[in-house]
């Protein structure tokens, strides 16, 4: 499209407007002319003009270098987001007052808190270290999150902010503490964590105090039971607390709802049945950490021994039961449709059968759910070679041989099972129940409950190895441990003995009444041939007495030292 005629008005003058861009088009054409009259004619004959380069159009904060105090302060504005909200106090953020003591060219902050006549040191990586902060309070221990910290952070932040603060102005003027960094004063003060703890006691309320005056309130019924689901995946495996209310007719109970393992601490109105009290009472705290807050926590394995055909137990929401069992790992030959055999390990049964179902390995205890028994089996195992070996690939005949030579040395290690053709016939083996006993200086009885071989091997009830080579006859033969007859054994066994067994915690006890010692020791005497009795070898020695025995050097020795065992 050509360019538009100039517009006239009826007088014979030009429109304002395009007089205007006349005027501005003529000044350009003037400044060009300049330009131009300013090149010197030696420049136009002689070589190229280096022309300056375009700007960036990148902000100058992202083209030039961050300078330390803005590294800094990123720094101290990332390390508060790390920090869990649980430190998050108010309290401690209103009243808490910070000095810094000194400032370190690696970026590290050492400075005091001070609150409700309390002191406390800190220090703060502005590069986020490992640990990038600390507090000499008892809750940090110089390594972890706390309030004080916290505040800390949001008091760098507010100097940081303000380029006249003291925090500002001395990285400005890099004026740094000399040396390296000590955190020595991190370390609490065990005097001054003893009085802080005096102050809390001291500050009780008196009004909280029980009336005298009055009977204890009338407990009500209690109408609500804990039930424990376990939710099983594909690869994971998580225990959750849930409460049932009895229903109006008292025949049942209504859906359960989930109960927070922190509530369920401090609930007292639960129907709760023995094995109840012992989970609970196994619920651990994993440390809040930085990135991550605290929590509390189960041990699974633990916590399946503890439940073993409990009655208040849900599988995926849905009543079930968890029973231990025995695996088996079996090595299996498949015949391929080319007509050639491959050798391949894979989880068996007692019976010997293919487990198909999804198997979890949990610090070494093999989980399996059979949807169709609604049970979870679990049993012991060693995880990382049992993973290992069900990782390999099925191995031709060619190589056969080898494998089967190798198989036996694996039967020593883990709970392997051979073709009858290559390790052998399958035989029990023979098992004596056995208490092993540690007399200790102060009178304590330490107690253990034990099997022991025909090798002569003391193994704890229940664990692995499961299997193991032999022979018999000059013939091989596999010898198979029934682990579950084994704990069976053990519980009745500790039973009769009036102990504890402790199954979930490795069928370890104390006694620590001497008396009762005696008495243990006593029964044990009465069942010596059922159960063998083996003293540790760290246990005290004897009572021994030089010259001639009476009540009055015995009674000296015992006076002194305890170790009547």
């Known amino acids: 499209m050509g360019r538009k005629p100039n517009r006239k008005r009826s007088d014979g003058r030009l429109d304002p407007l395009q007089a205007l861009r006349q005027v501005l088009a003529k000044q350009r ?55 869990p909200r649980s430190c998050v106090n108010y309290a401690v953020n209103t009243r808490a007052k910070f000095r810094i003591d000194r400032i370190y060219e690696s970026g590290e902050v050492h400075a005091t808190c001070t609150m409700d006549n309390q002191r406390y040191g800190l220090f703060i990586d502005f590069k986020c270290g490992r ?54 004063f991190l370390k609490p003060d065990p005097e001054l964590l003893i009085l ?33 689901n376990l939710i099983v995946g594909e690869r994971t495996m998580m225990i959750k ?28 109105d639960l129907l709760l049945l023995p094995a109840d009290q012992q989970v609970i009472e196994s619920i651990t705290r994993k440390r809040e950490s930085f ?65 198909t179902q999804n198997a979890l390995l949990v610090n070494g205890v093999m989980i399996v759910y059979d949807k169709d028994l609604k049970k979870i089996l679990h049993g012991p195992v060693p995880s ?75 193994l704890k009830p229940g664990t692995p190895p499961a299997v193991r080579p032999d022979t018999i006859d000059g013939k091989p033969v596999q010898r198979r441990r029934d682990l579950n007859g084994e704990v069976e054994s053990c519980l009745r066994i500790a039973d009769r003995l009036g102990v504890d067994a402790n199954q979930a915690d490795g069928w370890h006890g104390s006694i620590q009444d001497w008396e009762q010692g005696l008495s243990l020791i006593e029964r044990l005497q009465d069942a010596m041939g059922e159960v063998e009795v083996l003293w540790e070898k760290t246990s005290e020695k004897p009572i021994t007495v030089l010259g001639q025995l009476s009540s009055k050097n015995v009674k000296v020795d015992i006076t002194s030292k305890r170790d009547w065992f």
């Open 384 to 458: 990382e070679r049992v993973k290992s070996l069900l990782a390999l690939p099925p191995i031709s005949e060619k190589n056969a041989e080898a494998l089967f030579q190798k198989a036996r040395q694996l039967q020593t290690v883990m709970p392997l099972r051979l073709p009858k053709e290559i390790g052998g016939q399958m035989v029990t083996e023979t098992l004596t129940p056995l208490m092993l006993l540690r007399s200790r200086s102060d009178g304590v009885l330490d107690y253990g409950l034990r099997v022991r071989d025909s090798l002569g091997r003391v």
């Open 241 to 268: 607390a849930m409460t049932e209310r009895e229903n109006k007719r008292g025949t049942g109970f209504n859906k359960p709802k989930e109960i927070s393992f922190e509530s369920l601490l401090v609930t007292k």
């Open 131 to 184: 640990p990038p902060a600390g507090c000499s309070c008892e809750r940090s221990e110089g390594e972890f999150p706390c309030e004080h910290v916290y505040a800390f952070t949001k008091d760098m932040i507010r100097q940081f902010r303000d380029k006249s603060s003291p925090l500002v102005t001395t990285i400005e003027n890099a004026d740094f503490a000399i040396g390296k960094p000590d955190r020595s």
């Open 196 to 228: 802080e703890k005096l102050d809390g006691i001291i500050a009780v309320d008196t009004s909280t105090f029980e009336s005298a005056e009055e009977l204890p309130p009338i407990a009500p019924r209690a109408v609500e039971r804990l039930v424990w």
């Open 29 to 83: 054409l003037a400044k060009a002319e300049v330009q131009s009259a300013d090149v010197d004619q030696e420049d136009l004959l002689g070589p190229p003009i280096l022309v300056e380069p375009m700007r960036s159009v990148v902000p100058d904060s992202f083209a030039r270098k961050s300078s330390p105090l803005e590294t800094w302060a990123r720094g101290v504005e990332s390390l508060e987001r790390m920090i």
């Open 291 to 355: 990135g991550y807050a605290a929590m509390l926590q189960l041990d699974i394995p633990k916590t399946l021994r503890l439940l073993e055909k409990a009655p208040n137990v849900l599988i995926n929401n849905i009543p079930g039961t968890i029973e231990s069992y025995t695996f088996l790992i079996g090595l299996h030959s498949n015949k391929n449709k080319n007509g050639t055999t491959t050798w391949q390990f894979r989880v068996e049964d007692a019976a010997g059968e293919h487990i």
